[in-house]
């Protein structure tokens, strides 16, 4: 019989023991770990102040850590970030687009930004009815845009930079629940074309819908680390919950 060699998934997102520790010694992140491999979701639940952002300025090289890596294809990030930046596209809570350019020019800057100077306007029109962006939207300024308009844009911006992997910051914020569905639906497009996702969220549903593994973060650590499948059945906000406050009560 013919033995085949099953690929290994490969580690596209990797945090390494990571820690972050500020000058007025707070300690912002405490040895944290995991890896995020391509065609996959990472979703990481936490309260404000958690350590989630922290975590993915680490992966953007905004801030350095105090010891340990984050990479990105193998990158470490604050040794090489230009390079690991290639690899990534980032979308933030707030997303800071240019208030008086259309949503087209905006795409059009971005993508031209990036080195991306083959998209012409068909394609910028494909893409923002791809995040849920209606047609007579495409050619308004975005100083009268909602929220959850302006969300639409950054993630067009991100798909259109055609990166190996995805950073969420809290991407959910400001869509309403219509929009909340569509943006699932096109997250796992996205993954099931290969992307590697990271989504720091306080949305537990949609961590839920969409994960393919699940973190839950508190006081800069990671204190519950599972595979979404094996938490079917189970109430996540529950799980949250418990972990949140057997940790703090650990820590006290």
Known sequence: MEVHDIPTPKAMLVAENL??????????????????????VFAVLGANGAGKTTTINLFLNLIEPTSGEARINGIVCHKDPLEAKKHVSFVSENVMLYPNFTAIQNLDFFARLGGKSEYKRDDYRNVLRRVGLADDAHNKRLKGFSKGMRQKCGIAIAIL????????????????????????????????????????????????????????????????????????GQDLEDIYMKHIAGHKTAAA
Do not use: W
Request: aromatic content about 4%.
């Open 19 to 40: 820690c972050k520790r500020y000058e007025d010694d707070l300690l912002a992140l405490d040895q944290v770990s995991f890896t995020v491999e391509v065609g996959s």
């Open 161 to 232: 930079k055609d990166a190996p992997a995805l950073l969420l910051d809290e991407p959910t914020s400001g869509l309403d629940p219509k929009a909340g569905h569509d943006f699932s639906k096109l997250v796992r497009a996205l993954r099931d074309e290969g992307k590697a996702i990271l989504m720091s969220t306080h949305d537990i549903f949609r961590a839920k819908e969409i994960a393919d593994t699940i973190a839950i973060m508190d006081n800069g650590r990671i204190v519950m680390m599972e595979k979404a499948s094996s938490l079917q």
